[in-house]
C-alpha cells in the first residue's frame, strides 16, 4: 500500500544535523503519523509520499520546509519584572507566551541582562537544515475516529 493523504505511517528515522550530529531518533517501530494532516514536517512528508512499506529514503530538509528560517523579531528583550516575583529564571527555561495575535508560542529564555530577560520564540531548530534516514515500516488506512480528530490513535498514536 502506498502512502497517500489519510494513510497511517509507521517510521524509524535518525534525524542528524549537516555536521553529522544525531538530534533524534527513533528506531522501535513507535512513530506514528496521519499522513496529510500535518502532523509532521512538510519537507518529511513530502518525501515520504507515495512511498510503501519497507522503503527506505535519504532526504535533506531545507529550513522553509521544516521548522522555518531564524527571524530576528522572534527575540525579545522583556523586563524581569514581568515575570512573577517568586519564579526563578534562568537561562535554557522554556514556557508558553502569547503572540501579539493571541496565540501560544513556546519561548526560550537565552539570556539574563540585569533587569532585562531574553526570550527566544523561534522552533530550538528554526534555520537547521535537517538530515533524515527514514526507513517506512508500515503503512495503514486510518480509522474514521482518526480522520475525524486529525492524528493517530492507539499504541503508537495518541491516546485521550
Known sequence: MQLTKDKVATINYTLKNKDGEVMDESSDGSF?????????IPGLENALEGKEAGDKTNVVIEPKDAYGERSLEQIQRVPLSM???????KEGMQFEAASPEGAPVLVTVTAI???????????????????????LVEVRDASEEELEHGHVHGPNGHHH
Not at 32 to 40: D, V
Not at 83 to 89: K, R, S, Y
Not at 113 to 135: K, Q, T, Y
Open 32 to 40: 506514528a503519523y496521519l499522513h496529510g494532516a500535518r502532523n509532521i
Open 83 to 89: 515575570f512573577p516575583d517568586d519564579a526563578e529564571i
Open 113 to 135: 541582562d540585569g533587569g532585562e530577560v531574553v526570550v527566544d520564540g523561534n522552533h530550538p531548530m528554526a534555520g537547521i537544515e535537517l538530515h533524515f534516514d527514514v526507513e
